[in-house]
């Protein structure tokens, strides 16, 4: 995949219980229905996932995260075989049989902190992989985090796993800072501001905001009401270097880029 332009990252959630849009697309066919329109805006990637990472969310079993992918997956991957599918899983069972159907990428959202085998399974598996930080697990990230020097520490984090997964035999690493995901407010404003930082990684950089609580809670919106918060710290992140929008709203994205490139070029 080409880079020197940014791409954008659709979001199919499985799950009846996303911050967003939790139970909208658990049914086949409305699943299909939004895949239609995402390509039509011009989606890149497609990540699917089955295990909600809200804080407070429901802990489901290996078992029925597995049900809630297999259920869909198959048809995605023959309706849309040059479709590039990215799986958001943390655990690297999921991960093994996620490829099996079809998938083409791992986004992890701990960074192969809650499952000690992930690195090794992306590596014998050869595909890319999304290395996301997180500080502590989904139920417990937003419970007072602390950092004596939020960027420094999540840079080294990610600098000392992408050497891991290099070693474990990953050729394609893509690094998050994982916005929202054990960071307050001014942490992930921090993080924004100097993203360009994460250049010295030298991997692909993604980031995720969508109608998260970081714009909500300075603007006073809710997760409904947030695109316009969306696309401005997209445009934002873009400016500094983002190679990959992970977004809801795949058209505001691409608007984004659109206007972008067309700056670049002008």
Known sequence: MDLSTPKIMGILNTTPDSFFDGGKYQQHDKAIIRIEQMIEEGLDILDIGAFSTRPGAEIIDEK???????????????????LPISIDTFRSEIAKATIGMGAHIINDVSGG????????TVGELKVPYVLMHMQGNPQTMQNKPTYEHVVAEILEDLGKKTYELVSCGVNDVIVDPGFGFGKTVEHNYQILNQLTDFRMIEMPILVGFSRKSMINKVLGTKPETAL???????????????DILRVHDVKEAKQVITLHQQLQTS
């Open 228 to 242: 316009n918060g969306t696309t401005i710290l997209n445009t934002l992140a873009v400016e500094r270097g983002a």
């Open 64 to 82: 029925e995260e597995l049900n809630r992918l297999s259920s869909v997956l198959p048809e995605i991957t023959k309706r849309y075989p040059h």
């Open 113 to 120: 902190n809650l499952d000690d085998k992930m690195f090794k």
